[in-house]
């Protein structure tokens, strides 16, 4: 199993507060991703990255960044908290790509799960 | 606008039976299917995959079936063991998309 950990795995915070999740992996993957999984909808991609320095936006990227300054680190930042954005984020991992060619197989972190009063 | 689609949000079937969850797609550009299962408080984990160019993947306990035409996959899980009580995700992706577009998940309980 790939090792890929998340902190903190429980926050709570007030509206219009910075907050960064943090996501480290020692496998040496290439690619990394953070989901948001809230009811009713699955996993939702926010924000992914295919190299150190090198991030592009998922399909609910507003209201969110990221960076990623070495491979094995890559940061969530949500640069003012709003009640929309509570919910439990998902930190994952993989060697290749998730589209086709690629294996796509992720592993992921056990989630952060984030409340926003 | 769900491309990908669980629509039994849960299913309880007897331990040893077979379960049967299923999963419905719309985007026809997707050319691979994986499920996962995720266990609460527990990143989900991999499962099991397909490609569009298969109907058919087996992995022991495990199969999948997509039917490309109906824009339909399922996974069976022959016999049902209480560890396989988790919720299932279907994913999907398309050529040289990294995205995986997710499912909302069906909540397997085995029954003893």
């Known amino acids: 199993d790939a090792g890929i950990t998340q902190s903190p795995r429980h926050k709570v915070t007030e509206t219009g507060t910075p907050v960064t999740l943090r996501c480290h992996q020692t496998e040496n993957h290439r690619y990394m991703y953070w989901y948001r999984q809230d009811p009713g909808h699955g996993l939702r991609l926010i924000h992914y990255?295919?190299?150190?320095?090198?991030?592009d936006k998922g399909e609910v990227s507003d209201g969110y960044s990221v960076s990623r300054s070495k491979t094995e680190d890559f940061l969530l930042t949500l640069e003012s908290a709003t009640s929309s954005q509570t919910s439990v984020y998902f930190c994952?991992?993989?060697?290749?790509?998730?589209?086709?060619?690629?294996?796509?197989?992720?592993?992921f972190g056990e989630g952060s799960r984030l409340t926003v009063l | 606008d769900q491309q990908v689609k669980q629509n039994s949000p849960s299913l309880s079937v007897q331990e040893g039976r077979i379960s049967i969850l299923n999963c419905d797609y719309t985007n026809s550009m997707f050319d691979y299917f994986l499920w996962y299962k995720k266990y609460p408080a527990e990143g989900p984990t991999f499962l099991i995959s397909?490609?569009?160019i298969k109907d058919k993947n087996e992995d022991g306990r495990f199969t999948v079936f997509l039917n490309k035409s109906a824009k339909h996959l399922s996974l069976h899980i022959v016999p049902s063991q209480p560890g396989d009580s988790a919720v299932y995700f279907c994913a999907a992706s398309a050529r040289s998309n990294y995205q995986l577009i997710w499912g909302a998940g069906t909540k397997l309980i085995i029954k003893p």
């Open positions: 994952a991992s993989s060697g290749h790509g998730t589209g086709s060619g690629g294996t796509g197989e992720l592993f």
């Open positions: 397909i490609s569009s």
């Open positions: 990255s295919y190299g150190v320095k090198d991030t």
